[in-house]
């Protein structure tokens, strides 16, 4: 019996060992049940995280919260950024960058500033409506900007920041009760089932001049956050077969030799992932497919590496460990001939590649790589690494990676390619936690404590892995 039992776990090691070492060949491989083993872990990744994280702590102000959408060139707060702060707050902790009190107040001072944003359906002096906000913050004050969108997006990475912090400061003392409680306030007062308008959907939208955009989020996308958020909610929540709408429009496909649920630019198979593992637990969609969201965003990692490597469209410097497609600031708005070729370029754009969206003008972004780290770190960290040393300080400066480059874009002011001066806080941020998930899978286990995520999951139909426990 003992010799059987031996064999039974050297049996279950090597399986194991092969399961994950062979995970980035095997296209119909099960879902992983653990983080990703298959690589060691380069210092390289402390350095990263280090620079990326004093880009939340040094340009947010303490007071209000309030993270620029872009620096250093002046901008207002983008509420995403201020979700991804919230939750790199309690990284840094970790990484004992600063004290779990500072994390702490910074954090209370956020939730404070946020309640007390006037909620109404007027225009101007305004910080939101039912619960949601705008898009963009004027700093200080923390009033609409640009006449932008209420978003609905923006405010679920924003809570999902929130609830992060909620389940991180359980301490009993006044300030991480206050922290509790700020949370539940802010997440409470969402009227979700208003946002669904006459839709059995979430709409992306609400401007008070005219009402709800014309969309809804459906199909894959950074969405599937917003939707669990919606369905965990206690006070407004929608009902359960919103997420029937959700999976409606999804397009299955191979590409590159990977299938799976496409979305061009690969923030979308990030963001919801920055803050809740998937690994196991399934869905009735990925039930079918006898796979999992994680795996799904494996695959689409795979393909981006394999269309650099391919580089159809001849763009200069793509290879095997230059590669990132993702929205990303860009040159400009332009068409011109490089080396013999008429070229297009864009500014900010979500550029991607997949089976059903090809949006690629020679742009690079370190995010892409950075926020797909614990997916497939055996590809990702040669990336990231290949960035560094072949661009060196046009690319890398002191938050980390500047947000994108693009070495196609040559022109007498720019011999070199064009490289940005920016950093943009949705884009550091996902750089931030997924080096900690990849770690220790750190943000992914807080949340996993926090019942509104796990009742939103359950509403949505997911079961199984860390949810049956």
Same mark, same amino acid.
């Given at each position: #019996?003992?010799?059987?039992?031996?064999?039974?776990?050297?049996?279950?090691?090597?399986?194991?060992?092969?399961?994950? #070492?062979?995970?980035?060949?095997? @296209?119909?491989?099960?879902?992983?049940?653990?983080?990703?083993?298959?690589?060691? $872990?380069?210092?390289?990744?402390?350095?990263?995280?280090?620079?990326?994280?004093?880009?939340?702590?040094?340009?947010?102000?303490?007071?209000?919260?309030?993270?620029?959408?872009? $620096?250093?060139?002046?901008?207002?707060?983008?509420?995403?950024?201020?979700?991804?702060?919230?939750?790199?707050?309690?990284?840094?902790?970790?990484?004992?960058?600063?004290?779990?009190?500072?994390?702490?107040?910074?954090?209370?001072?956020?939730?404070?500033?946020?309640?007390?944003?006037?909620?109404?359906?007027?225009?101007?002096?305004?910080?939101?409506?039912? &619960?949601?906000?705008?898009?963009?913050?004027?700093?200080?004050?923390?009033?609409?900007?640009?006449?932008?969108?209420?978003?609905?997006?923006?405010?679920?990475?924003?809570?999902?920041?929130?609830?992060?912090?909620?389940?991180?400061?359980?301490?009993?003392?006044?300030?991480?009760?206050?922290?509790?409680?700020?949370?539940?306030?802010?997440?409470?007062?969402?009227?979700?089932?208003?946002? %669904?308008?006459?839709?059995?959907?979430?709409?992306?939208?609400?401007?008070?001049?005219?009402?709800?955009?014309?969309?809804? $989020?459906?199909?894959?996308?950074?969405? %599937?956050?917003?939707?669990?958020?919606?369905?965990?909610?206690?006070?407004?929540?929608?009902?359960?077969?919103?997420?029937?709408?959700?999976?409606?429009?999804?397009?299955?496909?191979?590409?590159?030799?990977?299938?799976?649920?496409?979305?061009?630019?690969?923030?979308?198979?990030?963001?919801?992932?920055?803050?809740?593992?998937?690994?196991?637990?399934?869905?009735?969609? %990925?039930?079918?497919?006898?796979?999992?969201?994680?795996?799904?965003?494996?695959?689409?990692?795979?393909?981006?590496?394999?269309?650099?490597?391919?580089?159809?469209?001849?763009?200069?410097?793509? @290879?095997?460990?230059?590669?990132?497609?993702?929205?990303?600031?860009?040159?400009?708005?332009?068409?011109?001939?490089?080396?013999?070729?008429?070229?297009?370029?864009?500014?900010?754009?979500?550029?991607?590649?997949?089976?059903?969206?090809?949006?690629?003008?020679?742009?690079?972004?370190?995010?892409?790589? &950075?926020?797909?780290?614990?997916?497939?770190?055996?590809?990702?960290?040669?990336?990231?690494?290949?960035?560094h040393a072949k661009y060196d300080t046009l690319l890398w400066k002191k938050y980390g990676f500047l947000d994108s480059f693009?070495?196609?874009?040559?022109?007498?002011?720019?011999?070199?390619?064009?490289?940005?001066?920016?950093? *943009?806080?949705?884009?550091?941020?996902?750089?931030? #936690?997924?080096?900690?998930?990849?770690?220790?899978?750190?943000?992914?286990?807080? %949340?996993?404590?926090?019942?509104?995520?796990?009742?939103? *999951?359950?509403?949505? &139909?997911?079961?199984?892995?860390?949810?049956?426990?």
């Amino acid at each position: #019996m003992k010799n059987n039992c031996c064999f039974i776990v050297i049996a279950v090691i090597i399986w194991t060992l092969i399961h994950f #070492m062979g995970c980035s060949e095997n @296209a119909s491989q099960k879902p992983a049940k653990t983080t990703n083993t298959s690589f060691t $872990w380069d210092p390289f990744l402390d350095s990263l995280q280090v620079r990326t994280l004093k880009f939340f702590l040094e340009t947010t102000d303490r007071n209000t919260g309030l993270t620029p959408d872009r $620096w250093p060139t002046p901008s207002p707060s983008s509420i995403a950024a201020v979700g991804f702060a919230l939750t790199s707050y309690a990284i840094a902790v970790e990484r004992e960058l600063i004290t779990r009190e500072e994390a702490a107040q910074r954090t209370l001072n956020t939730l404070r500033f946020f309640r007390q944003l006037p909620q109404h359906d007027q225009p101007q002096n305004v910080g939101g409506y039912k &619960g949601f906000f705008y898009h963009f913050l004027k700093i200080p004050s923390g009033a609409r900007e640009w006449n932008c969108e209420l978003s609905t997006i923006d405010t679920a990475l924003l809570m999902a920041g929130v609830l992060f912090a909620q389940s991180y400061f359980d301490a009993d003392n006044t300030n991480e009760n206050d922290i509790r409680s700020l949370a539940d306030s802010l997440y409470f007062r969402i009227d979700w089932k208003w946002a %669904m308008a006459d839709t059995n959907g979430i709409k992306t939208a609400w401007f008070p001049e005219r009402g709800f955009g014309p969309h809804i $989020w459906d199909g894959y996308d950074e969405a %599937m956050i917003l939707y669990i958020l919606a369905l965990g909610s206690p006070a407004h929540p929608v009902p359960e077969s919103v997420w029937q709408t959700w999976m409606k429009p999804y397009v299955w496909a191979k590409y590159y030799d990977q299938e799976f649920v496409s979305f061009g630019p690969l923030f979308g198979h990030q963001y919801s992932h920055c803050w809740i593992d998937f690994r196991v637990i399934q869905d009735a969609y %990925m039930r079918e497919k006898d796979l999992d969201y994680f795996e799904n965003s494996r695959r689409a990692t795979y393909t981006q590496q394999a269309y650099a490597r391919e580089n159809p469209s001849r763009y200069r410097d793509y @290879a095997e460990n230059i590669w990132g497609f993702t929205a990303c600031d860009g040159p400009k708005d332009t068409t011109f001939v490089v080396a013999g070729k008429e070229r297009q370029f864009w500014s900010y754009r979500a550029r991607g590649v997949s089976f059903d969206w090809a949006e690629d003008d020679g742009t690079l972004a370190p995010t892409a790589a &950075g926020g797909s780290l614990p997916f497939a770190p055996e590809i990702c960290i040669p990336a990231l690494k290949a960035l560094h040393a072949k661009y060196d300080t046009l690319l890398w400066k002191k938050y980390g990676f500047l947000d994108s480059f693009n070495p196609t874009y040559i022109t007498p002011k720019t011999p070199n390619g064009w490289f940005d001066h920016d950093y *943009l806080g949705i884009d550091q941020g996902p750089i931030v #936690m997924m080096i900690e998930n990849l770690r220790n899978g750190f943000v992914w286990n807080v %949340m996993k404590k926090n019942p509104y995520i796990v009742a939103g *999951l359950q509403r949505a &139909g997911f079961k199984g892995g860390w949810l049956a426990h």
